[in-house]
């Protein structure tokens, strides 16, 4: 039966023609993004999953970041390990040397003294971005290291553990080297803290060994005043004198005034042993801290009891060397152990973050290949539709001839 009202052969082909425009159409997407499953309405399961892969390349990239941070923490300790190792052989040099009686052991202790100071500025210098390993402020820290997801989707991170190496002449200890009269000292006495105010601020700081370990040659007392930094370090003349305190005291006070602040001005009174009165007058607020270091405390704080001006000290002074030459290379190579672990990791962590993209590349990219033949069959299959749609739309044009 043919009807004008109803050309069921226009239906099928216009269906068939909007089947093949919507394959044309994901296939046009594929090209331009290079992805089958672009969205979520595409295949929403395999979207899901990998999306969650690639939040973990994001993690992993950012983990790979943490780990050469760490790495280049620990390469630098290490590097300095090394160096105070050489240093300090070189040390060894000069002090087998003092063991002759026909030698001058004032310049052989002269070149000691020297290689002590070198020791001390790769100490200080051995940082990076702030992180000092070995010079014994921190016991130590955790390197991000990875992100392990188990099979109920919870994520947790991991780290390693990079232990430091006090390689020290000095660290700060519960000395309660800082009285509790004016600033306020920490819990254990090491540091203090005070805050001045612009117009005129007073407090004052007290220096007292009384409550402690007594001062001994070597200690320093440094205070810092806003940018401005002084120091005392405690002479074996002083140890031995009975007002340790008002010398150290009097020693800052004459660095302060050195520095030639205006407005600031420091008092010693003699009536209050080890105190120092300030007063700020600057036009400006100024903190000031305190910060003790025990000179015989830290991994090489034997290395300050070094003289080989005298015979016995030529003879104590080598047994103490051959210990802090071991100090050294085990500090050393404990950083050499973990800084390989590190490198490992982040090794793996590489290989790891490729293999995820490859994944997630298996799972959504488009065959290029496959969808490129796709786009010429469908785009022949599209042209044919529209003929086909053409034919049965004139159809009901050949009603008419029944009519003539």
Not at 324 to 348: N, Y
Request: charged share 15%; net charge negative; glycine share 10%.
């Amino acid at each position: 039966m043919s009807s004008i009202l109803t050309n069921n052969s226009a239906m099928v082909a216009l269906q068939t023609l909007k089947s093949i425009n919507s394959d044309l159409a994901e296939t046009q997407s594929a090209i331009s993004t290079g992805k089958d499953i672009a969205t979520a309405k595409d295949n929403s399961a395999i979207w899901a999953i990998s999306k969650v892969m690639e939040s973990d390349v994001k993690g992993f990239t950012a983990i790979s970041d943490s780990l050469s941070q760490g790495e280049s923490t620990v390469a630098v300790a290490r590097q300095a390990s090394e160096t105070i190792t050489d240093l300090l052989t070189q040390m060894k040099e000069k002090i087998v040397n003092a063991q002759e009686d026909n030698v001058d052991r004032t310049k052989i202790n002269a070149d000691v003294t020297a290689l002590k100071d070198q020791i001390s500025s790769v100490l200080s210098a051995a940082q990076f971005n702030g992180l000092n390993l070995v010079d014994g402020s921190v016991a130590s820290t955790d390197v991000l290291a990875s992100l392990d997801r188990d099979s109920s989707g919870n994520v947790t991170a991991s780290s390693i553990s990079v232990g430091a190496q006090d390689l020290s002449v000095g660290t700060y200890t519960a000395n309660d080297v800082f009285g509790s009269s004016g600033g306020t000292p920490s819990a254990n006495g090491d540091t203090v803290a005070l805050s001045l105010d612009n117009g005129g601020g007073t407090d004052n700081i007290v220096i007292d060994d009384s409550a402690g370990t007594a001062f001994a040659a070597g200690d320093k007392i440094e205070l810092r005043l806003g940018d401005e930094v002084v120091s005392y370090t405690v002479t074996a003349d002083d140890a031995a004198a009975t007002t340790t305190s008002d010398i150290v005291a009097i020693g800052l006070k004459g660095a302060i005034d050195a520095l030639g602040i205006t407005g600031l001005t420091v008092d010693y009174d003699s009536g209050s042993p080890g105190q120092l009165d300030f007063t700020n007058a600057s036009g400006d607020d100024l903190t000031i801290t305190g910060q003790f270091t025990n000179a015989g405390s830290g991994g090489l704080g034997a290395m300050s009891g070094i003289d080989v001006s005298s015979d016995a000290g030529a003879a104590a002074a080598l047994g103490t060397v051959e210990t802090l030459i071991d100090t050294a290379i085990d500090a050393a190579a404990s950083f050499g152990s973990v800084q390989s672990r590190i490198s490992t990791q982040s090794e793996f962590i590489s290989n790891l973050t490729d293999s995820l993209k490859s994944g997630i590349g298996a799972m959504v990219d488009a065959d290029m290949e496959a969808t490129s033949a796709r786009l010429q069959a469908l785009q022949t299959q599209q042209q044919l539709g529209v003929q086909a749609l053409s034919i049965a739309n004139q159809a009901p044009q050949t009603i008419l001839s029944l009519f003539r």
